[in-house]
Each structure stands twice: as C-alpha cells, then as structure tokens.
C-alpha cells in the first residue's frame, strides 16, 4: 500500500464519486479506479460499493476512511513538525515508555509538558522493557542522566501481603 492510495481513497470516500475525486487529485478517472481496485485488492475487501448510486461505502469502507484520514492528517502534522526542527524552529526529543505507564501518569506529565513547552516536539516510542535495555546498548536510546532530576512521588498503591488460607493460624 503506497500513500497515494490513501489520498485517492479519501478522496473518493469524500466526493462519493470517481470522476469529482479524479478531478481534485488532478488525474484521470480510469486510473484513479484501477488504484481503488488495486487497494481493495491488497486490503482483500470491498471499500466502495459501486452498485450503489451515489457511491457508498462498505463498512469496511467506512472504517478505512477513518483511518486513512487520521494518517493523512498525522503525516501532515509530521511533514510540518519536520520543517520546523530543520529549520530550529522547534525543538524534538522522543521518550521512551513502557506501556503500562500510560494507565498512570505519563499522560498528565505529557500534556503538561507540551503546555508548558509548546515550540517542543514530543515524540512517544512504545517499547518494552527488554526493547529499551537493547535500544540503550545499541545506542539508539540515552538516558539523561545529565539533567538535574527533581523527584517526587505521583502515586502510591498501598501493599497487602497475606499467606494462604493453609497457612493461616
């Protein structure tokens, strides 16, 4: 799947009409529906049913467009995020995180972060424990340890232990 067939695809799925969407991408309509055809035929479902008049989307459809338009939108904001970094308009650092940090504070320290430092780029690499250790050793990570730390307690989980019921007196 190439990004071209993307932004066919959401344009299709906004005009609900090949020769109108054709006409927005700048392209004739015969090859703007070979490149539908070749996506469904990869994806292996129907987005478009063309029985239908107007076009109307499948739910498969549906649910592609929505995507489709989130990672149009996401590599806009991407392109532009670029630009700005290469043109020391706007700072970028990556944090690597374990996922189960974001059901606690991660995300509140995130947000409070790009509120408070808005011209910075964050970006969020998922990784598991042992995937940070391998991206440390290889160099693709590094800690900043450099930084003054300034440590508090975000949260506590109080710990009860208790042996088994066999075991109890």
Not at 33 to 44: A, K, M, T
């Amino acid at each position: 799947m190439e990004l071209h067939h993307l932004r066919y695809f959401a344009m299709v799925a906004r005009e609900l009409n090949f020769s109108r969407a054709a006409e927005q991408l700048h392209i004739a309509q015969p090859p703007l529906s070979r490149q539908i055809r070749q996506l469904e035929d990869e994806i292996g479902a129907e987005l478009i049913d063309r029985s239908a008049r107007p076009l109307r989307l499948t739910p498969a459809g549906q649910f592609f467009q929505a995507q489709a338009v989130q990672m149009l939108e996401r590599l806009t904001e991407v392109r532009t995020a670029t630009k700005r970094i290469a043109f020391n308009q706007r700072v970028w650092f990556s944090i690597g995180f374990v996922p189960s940090t974001l059901y606690g504070v991660l995300p509140d320290v995130i947000r409070q972060f790009r509120s408070a430092h808005p011209a910075v780029e964050v970006g969020l690499s998922e990784l598991t424990t042992v995937q940070q250790i391998e991206a440390l050793k290889a160099g693709r990570s590094r800690p900043r340890l450099n930084w003054p730390l300034r440590m508090r307690c975000s949260s506590s989980t109080p710990a009860i232990a208790s042996p088994p019921r066999d075991r109890r007196p």
